[in-house]
């Protein structure tokens, strides 16, 4: 049995809707049509949906006012993956983002949504030091998180092993790497990953042009990963 997760704000909401993986929500009495919209799909699909005041959503969101926009909604984690699952089931060279030891949820949340939109084929993270999936990582990555599939693992080191024993090939950002992060064949099979120099296989750079020499972790795997989608859809 999952434990129960809580999110908050309409697309997320909407998302795990359309995953099937909620089992209650509340929502403001103030319904506008986008509100509406989440509490018809609830309805249809059975869901329990409760009418209550903002100070009760406040409340349910963790004091996140002002961001749930009028819906918190109780839902279940999503199936447990293994990194050997991620690989198997690739639609094609799988592009697999692993995180270690990120324990910001809006960092999070953004590469989540990163990775959904790139058509990644999931990510990898350790249990232990690792932001929360539900909350505000859930809100960051606009419901990103109710469809990437997550392999959460205790030691990433052996996970590296397990994708490269696979044909996993490992790419690390690192800014002072001589190679640009653009010179690398990208249509191999892929894991992106925040670096640790002496688990990758390639390190590349991407190039800074103005005074900041460095970029925000989930921006920087935003640019790798649709790097990796411009190589993949060459003829």
């Known amino acids: 049995m999952h434990e129960a997760m809580v999110i908050y704000g309409i697309n997320p909401v909407l998302e795990a809707l359309r995953a099937e993986r909620v089992t209650s929500i509340s929502v403001s009495p103030r319904a506008d049509d986008r509100l509406t919209q989440v509490v018809r799909l609830a309805e249809e699909q059975g869901v329990a949906v409760r009418r209550v005041s903002l100070d009760e959503l406040d409340r349910l969101a963790g004091g996140a006012a002002q961001r749930h926009q009028g819906v918190v909604a ?12 991620l690989v198997i089931g ?14 910001d949820p809006h960092n999070v949340g953004a590469i989540l949504r990163s990775l959904d939109a790139a058509g990644g084929d999931g990510l990898v993270r350790q249990s232990r030091r690792a932001a929360r999936l ?61 670096l640790v120099r002496d688990r990758c296989d390639w ?33």
Do not use: C
Request: hydrophobic share 50%; charged share 25%.
């Open 74 to 85: 109780d839902v279940q984690e999503s199936a447990h993956y293994s990194v050997e699952d």
């Open 90 to 103: 690739a639609r094609s060279a799988p592009l697999i983002v692993v995180l270690d030891s990120i324990e």
């Open 134 to 194: 539900d909350g505000a990582a859930a809100k960051a990555s606009a419901g990103a998180v109710a469809h990437v599939k997550i392999a959460e693992v205790v030691n990433i080191a052996r996970a590296i092993e397990v994708l490269k024993d696979a044909g996993v090939w490992t790419v690390g950002l690192a800014g002072d790497a001589p190679k640009r992060y653009d010179e690398l064949d990208l249509r191999l099979p892929t894991g992106l990953r925040r």
């Open 203 to 235: 390190l590349v750079s991407i190039p800074m042009a103005g005074h900041v020499q460095s970029l925000n972790v989930s921006v920087a795997t935003g640019i790798a990963l649709f790097e990796a989608v411009r190589q993949r859809a060459r003829k």
